[in-house]
């Protein structure tokens, strides 16, 4: 059966994730993306040397500030679209128990994900949740949610309970 949009769950202030939570999620993925960039460059220049590629090796060595920046914006690209697309969750957000979800409190399209990930690519977006209401520009712009994940589950339980209330067995 179909639910119009007035019939159908939408997120609530308080399912907000708190700015100590956002704030902890984006120095874990950062971290994490540290990591997974040395680990890459790591196994990159071992498999280069193992192949006699020393000239590879030298020219990482002396990449400009420019070619830094460009494989850390993949980096970051890579890292949250994977987590993101497939689980809603970075390990960030597997640590802090929060979770993005979209107006519904659904988990996002691959399109929504990817926007949100562009467009965290904008300048200062990194800052921009720690305003009021703690809803950064990547999440805005994308029209998507970082929100407590247990409380998620438990109003989204109880909206379903009493959407239920009333209804015969043939219309459930």
């Known amino acids: 059966m179909y639910q119009t949009t007035s019939d159908q769950f939408s997120i609530d202030n308080d399912l907000h994730a ?3 939570q ?3 999620n984006f120095i ?3 971290i994490c993306q540290i990591i997974l ?3 890459i460059t790591f196994v990159f220049v071992i498999i280069m040397v193992l192949l006699g590629n020393e000239g590879i090796v030298a020219r990482i060595e002396s ?3 420019i070619e830094e920046y460009g494989i850390g914006i993949l980096i970051s690209l890579v890292y949250y679209n994977i987590f993101e697309i497939f689980t809603a969750r970075t390990i960030g957000k597997f640590i802090t128990n929060t979770v993005v979800v979209n107006e519904y409190g659904e988990k996002p399209t691959a399109n929504e994900i990817l926007i949100r990930s562009l467009c965290r690519l904008i300048p200062f977006d990194a800052f921009s949740f720690l305003g009021a209401p703690g809803k950064g520009w990547h999440d805005s712009i994308s029209k998507t949610y970082v ?3 247990d409380l ?3 109003k989204k339980k109880a909206f379903t309970s009493l959407d239920q209330i009333g209804k015969t067995d043939d219309e459930l």
Do not use: C, P, T
């Open 18 to 20: 708190s700015q100590g």
């Open 22 to 24: 956002r704030f902890a």
């Open 28 to 30: 874990i993925d950062y």
């Open 37 to 39: 960039m040395m680990g």
């Open 63 to 65: 990449m400009n500030k």
């Open 147 to 149: 929100v407590k994940r």
């Open 152 to 154: 998620l589950k438990e």
